[in-house]
């Protein structure tokens, strides 16, 4: 071993047997043309593919923004890959409970956001909101106010399923001290 010197160690020993060294990194550049920044975030070339595209962090949101991961499947395919993937997933589910996120954020399910589409509010809407409008819709199409009418039935159904939904999900985001 050759005998360590000055412009190796600057002055501190210990620092030679970490192996560091004075050869260049390799730094990725950025994969958007014309951008020169370090490429350190991975995005997919299409879904289930190892290749991958390295972004700056700018330019992997604006690739992350347009992706479709289930572009050029129809409808059917779509579904069974849906299914798929939910199920493999459900280790997400497991953690639920902790609710890091309030409402708005994107911590709102599949199932939240369809509710919301029945009573026609936006996703960070309040839950005094929630309640405002299901009693209206409820008042519109009680079975006990329109006898008979099976549409009326059944978009009573859907606002009332719609609110389970949501209710469950507020006492889920909610903690309540015993």
């Not at 409402?103 to 956001?113: K, L, N, T, V, Y």
Request: one cysteine or more.
């Amino acid at each position: 071993m050759p005998k360590a010197k000055r412009s190796d160690n600057w002055g501190f020993p210990r620092w030679g047997s970490y192996e560091s060294s004075r050869e260049t990194q390799q730094v990725k550049i950025c994969d958007r043309h014309g951008c020169d920044e370090p490429g350190n975030c991975p995005a997919p070339k299409s879904p289930n593919s190892p290749e991958r595209w390295y972004f700056c962090q700018t330019h992997a949101a604006e690739y992350n923004r347009g992706w479709d991961y289930f572009e050029g499947l129809d409808k059917e395919e779509r579904k069974k890959r849906e299914a798929d993937e939910q199920r493999d997933a459900n280790a997400y589910q497991e953690a639920a409970h902790y609710s890091w996120m309030g409402s708005g954020d994107g911590s709102r399910s599949r199932d939240e956001m369809t509710a919301l589409e029945i009573f026609d509010l936006t996703p960070d809407v309040e839950f005094e909101s929630v309640k405002k409008a299901w009693r209206s819709m409820a008042k519109e199409y009680h079975p006990d106010v329109n006898p008979g009418d099976a549409e009326a039935a059944k978009k009573f159904q859907a606002a009332q399923a719609a609110f389970d939904v949501l209710r469950i999900a507020e006492e889920r985001r909610v903690w309540k001290p015993v």
